[in-house]
């Protein structure tokens, strides 16, 4: 048997005034490079998944659009909300030549009756347990329409096998993903991802390290990005992991919350791990805003110590990407110039602003749906995080889109990366200390 | 006249950050797009050589300084510590 594992990668926008705007903007396009090149974490640990004696391909979705569907008994989807439409329209022409088609992923799983008009089976919740079953199915020419996992999030990250990053052609990618936790105990209104698949779970240490170890064997100066939501959640674990990387040479980026700057420890850890970059969902700068927002309102109480929380962390060089929500039910039109000014003052190295996105299956979107915000029942390739899809209390939705647009000139324009890139080099330096004797006579001076 | 700075050790500096072994450093490579360090790390080694050379890069060069011949020739045309005290590049 021969299977095709198809990554609905890459960031989408629909936009246009967006589009033309963010391509001409050094600051939109380093980071929507790097998230593009990312491959699918999810399908590669299915290749992991998969019995010996079936041919596995990887296969971006870009290739099979522009090239051939390729010769497959079974191909197997992975898909975003953003991208679920162009799936299902691939799904469709691999079904019109009789393959069987299987769709899973955060998508699929929030949708499966959706997901099932495109597909002779969807996976429903984490794919590893899953994964052996369908295959023993699609042999036998018996799938079914729906595998559904028990209990949600019930998936041991300890017992499952490490990603096939041998099927990925290195070259093509500037950075490779490994995860070492699932979910998030914040449950921020608006997330996806966090509690859909479960409580919050740590793999063990040794076991990322395997997979961090493997990466490094197929790869000469290894780029990491964990696929996490909240990786420094349990300090125990996130010390000996630290500690585990501080043995290796190799620069990795992950998603955190901003705590971690109150354990100065654990912060020269990270900078000596070779942590390159967190990023960090301060979501507002307003105290109205940000109520709410989680359950503990927990990201309320931080706010008042975000500044310190930066400069603690990008201090040791480790620079942050702080991320920004726009058209929260606290903000109103003067938001767009309090989020530019505090990321200007704050000079965060790098900064992302996003506008609020109701995906399906969050509290925020039955929320807006009762209330009768919603911009349609669904609009799922607008769910791009920078597409407007509801109605937002405080300013009309031209406003918000305008004042999305206003924040991306602002903010990533070359003049004000290089001021960013400045004030990340004076702090790096600050800490580096003064020039020693010995490196002002390297240069002929007097010591 | 000062002595500046000799290239080997700034290429010694240079080759250190792009984890790649000094001789093997072409002068005129793209450190970036060539030899893989990012823009942090790119930032980390400008920010290594202000300190270690007491110069300061200005913000317009922050780019452009890719290469280990750009690198050596700005850096052996700032004026010494002593010549910034008395009103040389800015501190």
């Known amino acids: ?447 | 006249m000062r002595p500046v700075p000799s290239e080997s050790e700034i290429r010694q500096l240079v080759a250190e950050f792009a984890r790649v072994p000094p001789e093997g450093l072409r002068a005129d490579v793209d450190l970036f797009s060539e030899l893989g360090i990012d823009s942090l790390e790119a930032l980390k080694l400008l920010a290594w050589i202000e300190r270690k050379y007491d110069i300061r890069i200005p913000d317009h060069q922050l780019t452009s300084l890719n290469t280990l011949d750009r690198i050596a020739a700005f850096v052996q045309q700032q004026p010494g510590p002593e010549d910034s005290r008395r009103g040389g590049s800015a501190p």
């Open chain 1, 1 to 447: 048997m021969r299977v095709g594992l198809i990554a609905m990668s890459g960031v989408r926008l629909q936009s246009e005034a967006l589009r033309e705007l963010g391509v001409t903007l050094p600051g939109f396009v380093d980071r929507g490079k790097v998230i593009a090149a990312l491959p699918s974490l999810g399908l590669l640990a299915l290749a992991a998944q998969t019995p010996p004696g079936i041919d596995i391909d990887y296969v971006e979705a870009a290739d099979v659009c522009s090239h051939e569907l390729g010769d497959y008994d079974l191909v197997a989807f992975s898909t975003f909300t953003a991208m679920a439409y162009e799936c299902y329209e691939l799904a469709d022409r691999y079904r019109a030549r009789g393959v069987p088609v299987v769709i899973g992923g955060l998508h699929a799983t929030l949708l499966p009756e959706e997901a099932g008009q495109h597909a002779d089976a969807v996976c429903i919740g984490e794919g590893e347990p899953l994964w052996p079953r369908i295959l023993e199915d699609a042999a036998a020419g018996q799938l079914r329409p729906f595998y559904r996992q028990d209990e949600p999030g019930s998936c041991d990250l300890a017992g499952t096998a490490s990603p096939r990053f041998d099927l990925l052609d290195i070259d093509r990618y500037n950075r490779l993903t490994v995860q070492t936790s699932r979910g998030c105990p914040r449950d921020c209104e608006f997330c996806a991802a966090s509690r859909i698949l479960g409580r919050y779970r740590v793999k063990p240490v040794e076991k990322v390290m395997r997979e961090v170890d493997a990466i490094a064997a197929l790869w000469d100066r290894p780029f990491i990005e964990l696929a996490d939501d909240n990786t420094f959640v349990d300090r125990t674990w996130a010390r000996e992991f630290l500690r585990e990387m501080a043995r290796r040479d190799i620069r990795w980026f992950t998603e955190t919350d901003v705590s971690i700057a109150e354990d100065p420890e654990l912060l020269d850890l990270l900078a000596a791990s070779g942590c390159q970059q967190v990023l960090i969902g301060f979501e507002s700068v307003s105290p109205t805003s940000l109520d709410g927002l989680d359950r503990g309102n927990w990201k309320r109480k931080q706010m008042d110590g975000y500044r310190r929380a930066i400069d603690a962390i990008q201090a040791r060089g480790v620079s942050v990407n702080g991320c920004f929500i726009l058209g929260l039910d606290g903000d109103t039109p003067d938001t767009f110039e309090q989020v530019r000014d505090f990321v200007l003052e704050s000079a965060l190295l790098e900064s992302q602003v996003t506008v609020l996105t109701p995906f399906p299956g969050t509290r925020l979107y039955h929320r807006l749906k009762d209330e009768g915000r919603l911009l349609g029942d669904e609009f799922w390739d607008r769910c791009t995080l920078f597409d407007v899809n509801f109605r937002p209390k405080g300013m009309s939705v031209a406003d918000l889109e305008q004042g999305l647009q206003f924040l991306f000139s602002e903010l990533y324009n070359e003049r004000i990366q290089a001021r960013r890139k400045r004030h990340y080099m004076d702090l790096y330096r600050d800490r580096l200390g003064a020039p020693t004797p010995a490196d002002v006579t390297a240069r002929g001076g007097e010591a």
